[in-house]
C-alpha cells in the first residue's frame, strides 16, 4: 500500500507542486500588499487590482415621507461639540477636515473648529435679571445652543427673499439635500469620526405608491402625544413626526390637523424677556428660529407631493408663519448690531454677546446682497414673499379648504404693510380683500372668524366703507386693535402650556424662599 502511494505521489509530482508554488506566491502577495502604506487603510483579500473598476459613488439624498423611518438629518448638539483630532488627511478613525478644503464645506468646518471651545473662552454669566418679570428660573437658566446659532441658519429664508415662491418650491429638494448633508458633516465632527450613514435616494416607480390610508387621532390623542415629545429637540420631534405620520391620506383623516397642531403647538415657542439687558431676548429670539430652518426645509420638500390637499394648505400656513417670524428676528438682527457697537468691555467677553457678533458677521454680506439694510427693507421684501405663499395657497387649496383664513391673512399683511409704510392704498386693498370672504366657501377650519367678523362689523357701521382714507383714525386704530388681539387667547394658552411642561417655577420659588 505504501509503494501505491508513493507511486501515486511520484507521477503527479509536477501538479503537487504547482499548486504549492500558486498557493505560496498568492499568500506573499496578500501579505505584502496588507503591509504596505495603503492609501485606504484596509486588509484586502486579494490583490489591488481586483478593486481598480469600484468607482467612488456619488453620495444621493433619500426621503421616506412614510411609516418607516428613514435619514434623520439630525444634528445632536452638546455644550463642548468635540473638535477633530487628526491631521489634515485623517487616518479614518476620526473627523477628516481636510477633505473639505475647497469645498462649500471648508467655511463650515472652520466654523466648527472656532466654536469648540466656545463655552471655555467666554462667560456664561446672568445679570440684570429682573426679579420681577415673571419668567421661571428654569427657562432663565436653560440650555442654549450657541454653538448652532452660530453655525446653523437661524435665518434661512434670507437667500431665496428676492426670489418668486415657485422657486423655492422648486429648489425644495436641493435645499433638503444640502441641510441634511451639512447636518451631517456637523454631527460627525462632534462624534469625532465618520460613522454615519450616507445619505441615499430612494426613487420610487410610477404606480409603485400603495394608496394611502387615513390617519385617525382625534384631538385628545394628539395632545397627548405632543405633550410627552415637547421636551424632546425639535429636529428629534420632526424627524419622528414625518416617519411616523406623513405616509397618511393628506386629504381624508386627522394629519392636516396633526402638522398644523405640530408646528404651533411644539416647534412655534414663546421668547421671553427677562432682563433689561436686550441680547438676552435676541439670543432667545434666535434660539426659537433655529429649528425654523429644519421645519422650512422638511416641509417645503414635502409640499411638492402634497401641493393641492388639505395638509399642503396648512404646511403653506405654517411656510407663511415662518417667514412672519422670521422678519421679526431680523429686527432683532438690526437691533442687535447697534447696542453690539455700545457693548462694554465685559458684555464683549460674555457669551451671548460674542454669539451675536459671529451672527451679525455671518450675515453682513448675504443682506447686501439681497439689497437688505434696514428693517424697511426687511418689511418690504418680506411682505411680498408672504403674500405670495398666501397666493399660492389660495389658487391651490382643494375645494376651499381653508380659504376664508387665506384672504384674512392675506388682509392681515395688507394691511399692517399699509400701516407701516403709511400707505392707505394698501389698506384699501386689505379692505376689499376681507370683503370677498362673505362669498367664499365654508370648508374645514375659519380660525380668524371672531376676528374678521369684528372688522365687519365695524366697517358696516361706517356704511361699508372700502377707501381707508374716508376711516377715522380712531377706527382704524380699532382694527389694528382686532388684528394685535387676535391671538391672545390661543397665546395665553400656549404660555400656560409651556411654563406647565417647559419651565416649571417651583425652582425659582424654592429658591426665594
Known amino acids: 500500500m505504501r509503494k501505491g502511494i508513493l507511486k501515486v505521489l511520484f507521477e503527479s509530482r509536477f501538479y503537487i507542486a504547482l499548486y504549492i508554488s500558486i498557493f505560496f506566491h498568492i499568500t506573499l502577495v496578500i501579505y505584502s500588499f496588507n503591509n504596505s502604506d495603503s492609501p485606504y487603510k484596509k486588509t484586502l483579500c486579494g490583490p489591488a487590482w481586483i478593486y481598480a473598476e469600484e468607482e467612488e459613488k456619488e453620495l444621493t439624498f433619500q426621503m421616506n415621507f412614510g411609516k418607516i423611518g428613514g435619514e434623520t ?80 441658519d437661524v435665518l434661512p429664508t434670507i437667500k431665496g427673499i428676492r426670489d418668486p415662491f415657485r422657486v423655492d418650491i422648486e429648489n425644495a429638494d436641493d435645499n433638503l439635500f444640502v441641510h441634511k448633508e451639512r447636518n451631517r458633516i456637523i454631527e460627525e465632527f462632534r462624534k469625532g469620526d465618520e460613522s454615519s450613514p450616507p445619505i441615499t435616494m430612494r426613487i420610487s416607480k410610477e404606480g409603485e405608491a400603495q394608496p394611502k390610508s387615513p390617519l385617525t387621532m382625534p384631538k385628545d390623542d394628539r395632545t397627548r402625544y405632543l405633550d410627552k415629545s415637547l421636551k424632546q429637540k425639535k429636529e428629534k420631534q420632526l424627524d419622528e413626526f414625518i ?12 394629519l392636516s390637523y396633526f402638522v398644523r397642531d405640530l408646528y404651533y403647538e411644539n416647534l412655534q415657542r414663546l421668547a421671553y424677556p427677562f432682563s433689561g439687558d436686550p441680547s438676552y431676548f435676541a439670543i432667545d429670539y434666535f ?37 412672519e417670524i422670521q422678519s421679526r428676528a431680523l429686527e432683532q438682527y438690526f437691533q442687535a448690531k447697534e447696542y453690539l457697537k455700545l457693548a462694554t468691555p465685559e458684555q464683549k467677553q460674555t457669551l451671548r454677546y460674542e454669539t451675536l457678533r459671529r451672527v451679525e458677521e455671518k450675515y453682513r454680506k448675504l443682506l447686501r446682497d439681497k439689497k437688505i439694510f434696514t428693517i424697511k427693507d426687511v418689511e418690504e421684501a418680506y411682505t411680498k414673499k408672504r403674500i405670495d405663499i398666501i397666493d399660492t395657497m389660495i389658487s391651490k387649496t382643494p375645494k376651499g379648504y381653508r380659504i376664508k383664513d387665506g384672504y384674512f391673512e392675506k388682509g392681515r399683511i395688507l394691511w399692517e404693510a399699509g400701516n407701516h409704510r403709511k400707505d392707505s392704498k394698501l389698506q384699501s386693498e386689505a379692505i376689499k380683500t376681507w370683503s370677498r370672504i362673505s362669498n367664499l366657501p365654508s370648508n374645514g377650519d375659519f380660525l380668524n372668524e371672531k376676528a374678521y367678523e369684528s372688522i365687519q362689523l365695524l366697517l358696516r357701521d361706517l356704511g361699508n366703507v372700502s377707501d381707508a382714507d374716508r376711516l377715522p383714525l380712531q377706527s382704524k386704530d380699532q382694527i389694528e386693535f382686532v388684528l394685535r388681539s387676535r391671538l391672545t387667547e390661543s397665546m395665553n394658552r400656549k404660555k400656560e402650556r409651556e411654563d406647565k411642561l417647559l419651565w416649571p417655577k417651583f425652582k425659582q420659588e424654592n429658591r426665594r424662599n
Do not use: C, H
Not at 463642548?80 to 467655511?107: A, I, L, T
Not at 414635502?302 to 405654517?318: K, P, R, V
Open 73 to 152: 438629518g439630525n444634528a445632536e448638539t452638546s455644550e463642548d461639540p468635540g473638535e477633530g483630532e487628526e491631521g489634515e488627511d485623517g487616518d479614518g478613525n476620526g473627523f477628516s477636515k481636510g477633505k473639505y478644503k475647497g469645498s462649500q464645506w471648508e467655511e463650515l468646518v472652520k466654523d466648527l473648529e472656532g466654536t469648540s471651545s466656545l463655552r471655555k473662552q467666554y462667560k456664561n454669566d446672568y445679570d440684570l435679571i429682573n426679579e420681577n418679570s415673571g419668567v421661571a428660573d428654569s427657562y432663565i437658566k436653560r440650555n442654549r445652543d450657541y454653538e448652532d446659532i452660530i453655525i446653523k
Open 243 to 254: 416617519s411616523r405620520f406623513m405616509g397618511y391620506d393628506p386629504d381624508k383623516g386627522d
Open 287 to 323: 434660539q426659537e428660529n433655529l429649528n425654523k430652518e429644519d421645519f422650512l426645509r422638511q416641509m417645503m420638500a414635502a409640499l411638492s407631493s402634497n401641493m393641492g390637499t388639505n395638509t399642503g394648505t396648512e404646511i403653506l400656513f405654517t411656510i407663511e408663519n415662518i417667514y
